[in-house]
């Protein structure tokens, strides 16, 4: 069973730094193309970033290029979501996500506020 753990978020100021974790279980995560997406208050989901099985070609939406860095640990089973220079934009629940057998599957999510 596919199990998607986030964790790290929080109540950070504007300008400020989170480093989001993703616990993966359930799957071959080091053959598993994987992504990071977000809610904001009555926002629909948005893609923000994704990473290849190799780390090769990480790819972010224009909003987040430069602030945010995806990477993954294969041998820990681990996605991360390195946040600088966050802003009150970027507020919002986070969740990792991949799609095994056609179907997608994302974590609980973890919130990330950011507020002075």
């Known amino acids: 069973e596919v199990h998607l753990v986030e964790s790290g978020g929080g109540l950070v100021q504007p300008g400020g730094s989170l480093r989001l974790s993703c616990a993966a279980s359930?799957?071959?995560?080091?053959?598993?193309?994987m992504t990071w997406v977000r809610q904001a208050p009555g926002k629909g989901i948005e893609w923000i970033s994704g990473i290849d099985v190799d780390s090769t070609a990480p790819s972010y939406v224009d909003s987040v290029k430069g602030r945010f860095t995806i990477s993954r640990d294969n041998a820990k089973n681990l996605l991360y979501l390195q946040m600088n220079n966050l802003q009150p934009e970027d507020t919002a629940v986070y969740f990792c996500?991949?799609?095994?057998?056609?179907?997608?599957?994302r974590g609980q999510g973890t919130q990330v506020t950011v507020s002075s």
């Open positions: 996500r991949t799609r095994r057998g056609g179907r997608e599957f």
């Open positions: 359930g799957f071959d995560f080091s053959d598993s193309l």
